[in-house]
C-alpha cells in the first residue's frame, strides 16, 4: 500500500465490516498506523462499535417499530441502488475468493437487513451505512419519544375521579370512584390509619413484571364498586380482577358473624421465590380478621389465616434471618389486649388462639404469637377504643420495637408504651410515651401510684406472653404449629 498522512475512512469502515477482504500484508501496513495515529485509531474504533452494534440485532426477530424505521429509510435511497444481485430474484449465488455462497433477498427491510445490505453491496455503501446508521439511532429516539409511557408512578384524586400518572408526568388514564364528596386526599386514601379507617388504594408492581397496578377498595358512597371487595386494574387502566378477602376453600372460621369486609392493607412481600400479593380485612361491626394471600393474575385466595381480633399496622422484613421477609402484624385480641402476629409469608393456615377458642379445628400457623400486657393506667379510666399495636419498627440490632396504645387517654393523647425485643424475641424494655409519662408522673406526686416507672416497667416485662400452640407462656417461644403441612378445613 502506499504510504499516506492519514487512512481513509471509506478503508477503515471496510476493514471493518469485511476483513477478510485485506491481504495479510495490507492489515499488518493498517495496523501498524494505527498504532501511531490517535485520530485514525478513533475513528476505526468507532466503526467497531457502530457496526458490532448492527451486528447484535441481526439475530433479532423484527419489530414493528424496525419496519417503519426500515421503510422510511429504504424511501429515501429507493432509487439509487443499481445492484443486480437479489433485488429482481429472491436468491442468487455469489462467488468469491474461489467460494460460493447462496444468499436471500430478505423479506423486510429491517436493522438485519441493513447490515445485508451494507455486507453484499459495500462499494455503494461505504458512503451510506454510516448515515443509514445515525438516521436509525435518530428515528428510534423519536419514535419512542412519541410514544406515552404507561407505566404509572403516582396517582391523584381529583372531583371523584382517580387519575394515574408516569414519570413525565403526564396522566396515563382516569376512572370514575363514584365517590361522593369526590375529593379525598390521596395519601389518605393511600395509608392504614389503623382502626381509623383502612387503606383504599395501592400503587404495586404485584407479579414482579417491572410495570406497577392499581388496587383499589370503595371509599366514599360510591355505587360504582361494590363494599367489601377489591379491584385490581392493570397499568393502562384495564380491570384485571375483583377479589374478596376470603374464599370458601379456606374458611377456617366458618362460625364467625360477617357482615361485610373491610380492607385493612394490601400490599406485596419479597420472598425467594418473588413478588408475593397479601390482603388483611375485618368483618364490620365484629372482631375478626383475616390475612390471606392472593393470585396476582387472578386475583384468587392461595392461602388463609383467621385472628378473633382486628389489626391495627403491619411491617414486613426479615425477622429470623432466613432470607425471607416475614409479616409483623400489630392489633388486639380477644384477651382485649394488644398483640403481635408474624407470619411466614410462603402459606398462611388455620385459626390462630381466642378467649373463647383456644382450641380451633386447625390452629393457625403464625411463627410467633405475643400478647403484650395492659398496664395500671387502664384501671383509672377506660375508653371505648380497644388496646392495640399502633407501629413496628425494626431495630438496628436485628430485633424489633412496637408501639402499644392503651385505652386510656388524657391530655388529649392516647398513652403509648414502646416495647423493645431482642433478636430472640425477648421483650428487653419498655419505656413511656411522652403524655403516659406525664400522667404516670402525675399519679405518682397523688400517691395513686406508689413506686416510679423505672421499677413497674419490670413488672410489665414480665407480663409479655408468647403462644405456644397449645397455651399462654411467659418466656420466649414459637408456635409449635407454625410449619405443619397444608390441611384444608372440613
Given at each position: 500500500m502506499k504510504a499516506y498522512m492519514h487512512i481513509d475512512?471509506?478503508?477503515?469502515?471496510?476493514?471493518?465490516?469485511?476483513?477478510?477482504?485485506?491481504?495479510?500484508?495490507?492489515?499488518?501496513?493498517?495496523?501498524?498506523?494505527?498504532?501511531?495515529?490517535?485520530?485514525?485509531?478513533?475513528?476505526?474504533?468507532?466503526?467497531?462499535?457502530?457496526?458490532?452494534?448492527?451486528?447484535?440485532?441481526?439475530?433479532?426477530?423484527?419489530?414493528?417499530?424496525?419496519?417503519?424505521?426500515?421503510?422510511?429509510?429504504?424511501?429515501?435511497?429507493?432509487?439509487?441502488?443499481?445492484?443486480?444481485?437479489?433485488?429482481?430474484?429472491?436468491?442468487?449465488?455469489?462467488?468469491?475468493?474461489?467460494?460460493?455462497?447462496?444468499?436471500?433477498?430478505?423479506?423486510l427491510f429491517t436493522l438485519p437487513n441493513i447490515y445485508f445490505f451494507?455486507?453484499?453491496?459495500?462499494?455503494?455503501?461505504?458512503?451510506?451505512?454510516?448515515?443509514?446508521?445515525?438516521?436509525?439511532?435518530?428515528?428510534?429516539?423519536?419514535?419512542?419519544?412519541?410514544i406515552k409511557?404507561?407505566?404509572?408512578?403516582?396517582?391523584?384524586?381529583?372531583?371523584?375521579?382517580?387519575?394515574?400518572?408516569?414519570?413525565?408526568?403526564?396522566?396515563?388514564?382516569?376512572?370514575?370512584?363514584?365517590?361522593?364528596?369526590?375529593?379525598?386526599?390521596?395519601?389518605?386514601?393511600?395509608?392504614?390509619?389503623?382502626?381509623?379507617?383502612?387503606?383504599?388504594?395501592?400503587?404495586?408492581?404485584?407479579?414482579d413484571d417491572g410495570k406497577k397496578e392499581v388496587l383499589m377498595t370503595r371509599f366514599g358512597e360510591s355505587d360504582t364498586f361494590v363494599d367489601g371487595y377489591l379491584y385490581c386494574f392493570n397499568n393502562d387502566g384495564t380491570q384485571r380482577w375483583v377479589a374478596s378477602p376470603e374464599d370458601s376453600k379456606f374458611n377456617y372460621a366458618p362460625k364467625?358473624?360477617?357482615?361485610?369486609?373491610?380492607?385493612?392493607?394490601?400490599?406485596?412481600?419479597?420472598?425467594?421465590?418473588?413478588?408475593?400479593?397479601?390482603?388483611?380485612?375485618?368483618?364490620?361491626a365484629f372482631a375478626g380478621a383475616v390475612v390471606s394471600s392472593l393470585d396476582p393474575e387472578t386475583g384468587e385466595i392461595t392461602s388463609s389465616i383467621y385472628h378473633s381480633g382486628n389489626f391495627s399496622c403491619k411491617s414486613?422484613?426479615?425477622?429470623?434471618?432466613?432470607?425471607?421477609?416475614?409479616?409483623?402484624?400489630?392489633?388486639?385480641?380477644?384477651?382485649?389486649?394488644?398483640v403481635i402476629v408474624i407470619l411466614k409469608s410462603d402459606l398462611l393456615m388455620g385459626e390462630m388462639p381466642s378467649l373463647k377458642n383456644s382450641k380451633p379445628e386447625i390452629k393457625g400457623n403464625s411463627l410467633y404469637y405475643i400478647v403484650l400486657p395492659i398496664?395500671?393506667?387502664?384501671?383509672?379510666?377506660?375508653?371505648?377504643?380497644?388496646?392495640?399495636?399502633?407501629?413496628?419498627?425494626?431495630?438496628?440490632?436485628?430485633?424489633?420495637?412496637?408501639?402499644?396504645?392503651?385505652?386510656?387517654?388524657?391530655?388529649?393523647?392516647?398513652?403509648?408504651l414502646p416495647y423493645v425485643f431482642d433478636k430472640s424475641f425477648k421483650c428487653l424494655d419498655v419505656s413511656m410515651g411522652n403524655s403516659y409519662g406525664y400522667a404516670y408522673d402525675d399519679y405518682l406526686k397523688d400517691g395513686t401510684f406508689k413506686i416510679p416507672f423505672k421499677e413497674y416497667k419490670k413488672e410489665l416485662i414480665d407480663s409479655v406472653k408468647y403462644w405456644d400452640g397449645d397455651k399462654l407462656v411467659d418466656y420466649p417461644t414459637k408456635n409449635k404449629y407454625w410449619n405443619q403441612e397444608i390441611r384444608l378445613p372440613k
Open positions: 475512512d471509506n478503508i477503515l469502515e471496510k476493514l471493518v465490516l469485511m476483513n477478510e477482504e485485506f491481504s495479510n500484508d495490507e492489515k499488518k501496513e493498517i495496523f501498524i498506523h494505527l498504532e501511531e495515529c490517535a485520530l485514525c485509531r478513533e475513528a476505526y474504533e468507532t466503526y467497531k462499535k457502530l457496526y458490532f452494534e448492527i451486528n447484535d440485532e441481526i439475530d433479532k426477530s423484527p419489530t414493528e417499530n424496525d419496519i417503519e424505521l426500515a421503510d422510511r429509510i429504504k424511501r429515501i435511497i429507493k432509487g439509487n441502488q443499481k445492484q443486480k444481485l437479489l433485488f429482481g430474484n429472491e436468491s442468487a449465488v455469489r462467488i468469491y475468493e474461489g467460494r460460493a455462497e447462496i444468499t436471500r433477498k430478505p423479506k451494507v455486507k453484499n453491496y459495500p462499494l455503494i455503501s461505504f458512503g451510506f451505512s454510516i448515515v443509514a446508521s445515525l438516521a436509525i439511532a435518530f428515528l428510534v429516539t423519536t419514535y419512542k419519544s412519541s409511557d404507561m407505566n404509572p408512578v403516582s396517582l391523584d384524586n381529583k372531583n371523584g375521579v382517580l387519575q394515574a400518572f408516569n414519570s413525565e408526568g403526564e396522566m396515563i388514564w382516569s376512572k370514575p370512584t363514584g365517590s361522593k364528596s369526590g375529593n379525598e386526599d390521596i395519601d389518605s386514601l393511600m395509608r392504614w390509619h389503623g382502626f381509623v379507617q383502612g387503606k383504599y388504594v395501592s400503587l404495586l408492581d404485584i407479579d364467625w358473624t360477617r357482615t361485610s369486609w373491610r380492607f385493612d392493607d394490601f400490599f406485596t412481600v419479597k420472598t425467594k421465590s418473588g413478588i408475593r400479593l397479601f390482603v388483611i380485612a375485618h368483618v364490620r414486613c422484613f426479615d425477622v429470623d434471618k432466613d432470607g425471607e421477609d416475614e409479616i409483623i402484624i400489630g392489633g388486639t385480641s380477644s384477651y382485649d389486649k394488644p398496664s395500671k393506667m387502664e384501671e383509672l379510666v377506660k375508653y371505648p377504643s380497644p388496646p392495640n399495636v399502633a407501629l413496628i419498627m425494626k431495630t438496628n440490632d436485628d430485633g424489633f420495637s412496637v408501639l402499644a396504645n392503651e385505652r386510656f387517654i388524657t391530655y388529649n393523647n392516647t398513652m403509648q
